[in-house]
């Protein structure tokens, strides 16, 4: 059974910077792209950052210049470096990947979600 962990979460003031991680585990042949989006309360999903297989990265404009999203394909893990963080960036965060399994098959996953509060 995939899953996908994460961690990082938490509180932080505005300025500040939190580190997310997200280890893919559990009958995968390999993985494909990896991302993470956010949701704050009463908001939809919406995209945060993405990485390809190749190291291609892509963010919101909202984030650029002060996120940056990385991978350990050794570990299957991606994580969301989130520096000079503002109150909007508080959000529930999610990552997920579509990973290719023994049986060939491709399916998308995500986590559970880790809390972002950014607040004085």
């Known amino acids: 059974q995939v899953q996908l962990v994460e961690s990082g979460g938490g509180l932080v003031q505005p300025g500040g910077s939190l580190r997310l991680s997200c280890a893919a585990s559990g009958g995968i042949f390999s993985i494909n792209a990896m991302g993470w989006y956010r949701q704050a309360p009463g908001k939809e999903r919406d995209l945060v950052a993405t990485?390809?297989?190749?190291?291609?990265?892509n963010y919101a404009d909202s984030v650029k210049g002060r996120f940056t999203i990385s991978r350990d394909n050794a570990k299957n893990t991606v994580y969301l470096q989130m520096n000079s963080l503002k109150p909007e960036d508080t959000a529930v965060y999610y990552c997920?990947?579509?990973?290719?399994?023994?049986?060939?098959?491709?399916?998308?996953?995500w986590g559970q979600g880790t809390q972002v509060t950014v607040s004085s």
């Open positions: 990485i390809s297989s190749g190291g291609i990265t």
């Open positions: 997920t990947t579509t990973a290719r399994l023994y049986d060939g098959r491709y399916v998308n996953y």
